[in-house]
């Protein structure tokens, strides 16, 4: 069975076994809403699904509702696939340092013609997780982001992002 | 208190050199400064018989200026234009961000 990442209208009906909400202000990139679901399927309704191709991946027990944050990116066409690779160990790290960080995953997207190529996932038991370490710890900003910085030599991410976070009632990842 | 540091250091050529930090101070200083960035000082280095490293250093306020910057930066295409015009004609370039850790000095 295949995970799916969907962007859909937040006025448009989550299908059944999907889950998904509105994004929360300060999401930016995305449509409205981020749906969840697992199948063969791409979720309908969605005006964007892409199914997901794990790269790697980390279950950490958190009670109850969570914050499901979901971060589409795209990498440059012919970036050589050893620099990709050292990208993706780079994120992949970044639980290590911060720990506000409880599940996640890091996948690529397996969805032909698709604008993104990757998609990191995390949950966290709070937004001030997301807004505050996740984005203020200097292994962000001064290391991981030399990948997404565009004055930076070597960056290899597409200025267009979604950087998208809703509410889950339970675990995603 | 401003705890972010960005180091440029552009290497080129020595005949290429005063060309470019011409065009460095017309067309991206101005940005630079209005995305939030603050000069702090900018130093030439004789790094080969015919090649001049330019040393730009910036501060910012903290983490979340520095990600102000940086949307404000990605959104401008004339800064992408301005780094491929640099790579273009630089011997090699790089940028190191940092985090301030200067410690108390006493006599």
Known sequence: MTRWVALAAADVPIPAGTVGGPDLPGSVGGLGATWDSVGERAPEGAAEAVALQPVGARQVPLDGRRLKRTLLLSVHPGTPDETVRRFEADVMAMPDHITTIRSWALSRVATPGSVWTHVWEQEFADVAGLTGEYLMHPYHWTYVDRWFDGEMPGSIVAPKLAHVFRWADGPVL | ?107
């Open chain 2, 1 to 107: 208190m401003s705890d972010v540091r960005i180091l440029d250091t552009v290497v080129l050529r020595g005949a290429d050199a005063d060309a470019w930090t011409a065009a460095w101070r017309q067309d991206y200083l101005p940005g630079a400064v209005r995305r939030g960035l603050t000069l702090v000082e900018s130093w030439r280095e004789h790094v080969d018989t015919d090649a001049i490293a330019v040393h730009t250093l910036w501060k910012l306020p903290g983490a979340k200026a520095f990600f102000g910057m940086r949307a404000a930066a990605g959104a401008d295409p004339a800064v992408a234009a301005f780094w491929a015009d640099t790579d273009a004609l630089a011997v090699r370039r790089t940028r190191h961000v940092g985090l301030v850790d200067t410690p108390e000095v006493t006599a």
